[in-house]
């Protein structure tokens, strides 16, 4: 599902380019739960955006479902986004002023993929998958930080994606919540979704099926279960 070969990303910057991730080689099959661990500029977030189309690798071949990100158009990864990687940001990233299922919808509306009309009840069924059935209609301010997260992880599952990617997504959240938001990745992954989290929480990455570790932008240890 995810092909990652000799990846290496380099940004510009006003000391002179900074290596961000070296020729990093990685695979991850369907229903993976895999946990990126590593201290905080170690390359996870970098990593995430290049399995997730959000930025090209600078030399490396990038790999997912098929689709060879580094040689594909803007307008293909556009679409290869919104159709087959979901993103869970840690601050949740919900628009303030739209109800929590226009939030879930926002993905269906970009990728026009569902008919119209079915879009609130897709919406509707996502958010009693994530425990809130009945906050449909209120504004994200109206929620918990716990609460704020499972409707982020709902939108991420708008377009039923077999990829949902996930930066430091427990980080703001109590110990108790964010047992339950890692146990709905787990059972994501059950079903068949490859599930690739950036975290710096033992935690996490012990429920993990594999865990990927990064250090100055070099892969340490990739260990299979």
């Known amino acids: 599902m995810i092909e990652l070969r000799r990846v290496t990303k380099t940004y510009a910057t006003p000391a002179g380019p900074f290596p961000a991730l070296t020729e990093i080689d990685l695979d991850a099959r369907a229903g993976e739960l895999v946990a990126i661990t590593g201290k905080s500029g170690s390359g996870k977030s970098t990593l995430l955006n290049l399995i997730g189309g959000i930025d090209r690798a600078t030399a490396g071949d990038v790999t ?5 990100l580094g040689r594909s158009s803007e307008r293909t990864l556009a679409r290869f986004r ?5 993103v869970v940001f840690q601050f949740f990233q919900l628009l303030p002023t739209l109800s929590v299922a226009e939030n879930v919808m926002l993905p269906m509306d970009f990728l026009g993929a569902r008919p119209t009309r079915e879009r609130r009840r897709r919406a509707l069924e996502l958010l009693a998958r994530v425990g809130l059935p009945d906050r449909a209609d209120q504004l994200p301010a109206a ?4 609460q704020q997260q499972r409707v982020a992880i709902a939108r991420a ?7 949902v990617i996930a930066d430091e997504p427990t980080g703001n959240l109590d110990s108790e919540t964010a047992r339950a938001v890692i146990e709905l990745f787990r059972t994501l992954a059950t079903a068949g979704t490859t599930v690739v989290i950036a975290t710096h929480e033992r935690d ?3 429920l993990a099926s594999r865990t990927v570790a990064l250090e ?3 892969l340490c240890r990739a260990p299979r279960s």
């Open 143 to 146: 929620l918990s930080g716990g």
């Open 216 to 218: 100055d932008g070099r």
């Open 157 to 163: 599952l708008a377009n039923d994606p077999p990829i």
């Open 64 to 68: 997912v479902a098929g689709v060879p």
């Open 204 to 206: 996490i990455a012990r």
């Open 82 to 86: 919104g159709a087959t990687v979901g």
